[in-house]
């Protein structure tokens, strides 16, 4: 039979490694996750705006040839200004009806 005594001497010599690799993983966790949220999601963000931003001439483009205005000339200007607003009109309403005003 153990006694307590020889029990408590063990017990924190066999814990000290598993509090010490907790530690460590915890730590090395949490740098992950700073290195993510401030080093990595700037670029990704860049990327998807950059992204979004090919999509959306290429709307354009497709949109606006197909009525004959042709890109680089005041027409296609036009047409990319008014296409726009159509746009910024959809995010209005998408925002309205997320929130139950339509």
């Given at each position: 039979?153990?006694?307590?005594a020889?029990?408590?001497?063990?017990?924190?010599?066999?814990y000290?490694l598993?509090?010490?690799?907790s530690?460590?993983?915890?730590?090395?966790?949490?740098?992950?996750?700073?290195?993510?949220?401030?080093?990595?999601?700037?670029?990704?963000?860049a990327?998807?705006?950059?992204?979004?931003?090919?999509e959306?001439?290429?709307?354009?483009?497709?949109?606006?040839?197909?009525?004959?205005?042709?890109?680089?000339?005041?027409?296609?200007q036009?047409?990319a200004?008014?296409?726009?607003?159509?746009?910024k009109?959809?995010?209005s309403?998408?925002?309205?009806?997320?929130?139950?005003?339509?």
């Amino acid at each position: 039979m153990v006694d307590a005594a020889s029990l408590a001497a063990r017990t924190p010599a066999r814990y000290q490694l598993f509090y010490l690799v907790s530690f460590v993983s915890f730590a090395a966790l949490i740098a992950f996750g700073f290195w993510a949220a401030l080093i990595e999601a700037p670029a990704v963000r860049a990327t998807a705006q950059e992204r979004h931003d090919r999509e959306i001439l290429a709307e354009n483009l497709g949109f606006c040839e197909k009525f004959g205005m042709h890109s680089g000339t005041s027409e296609f200007q036009a047409c990319a200004r008014e296409l726009a607003i159509v746009r910024k009109r959809q995010v209005s309403r998408d925002h309205a009806d997320e929130l139950g005003l339509l």
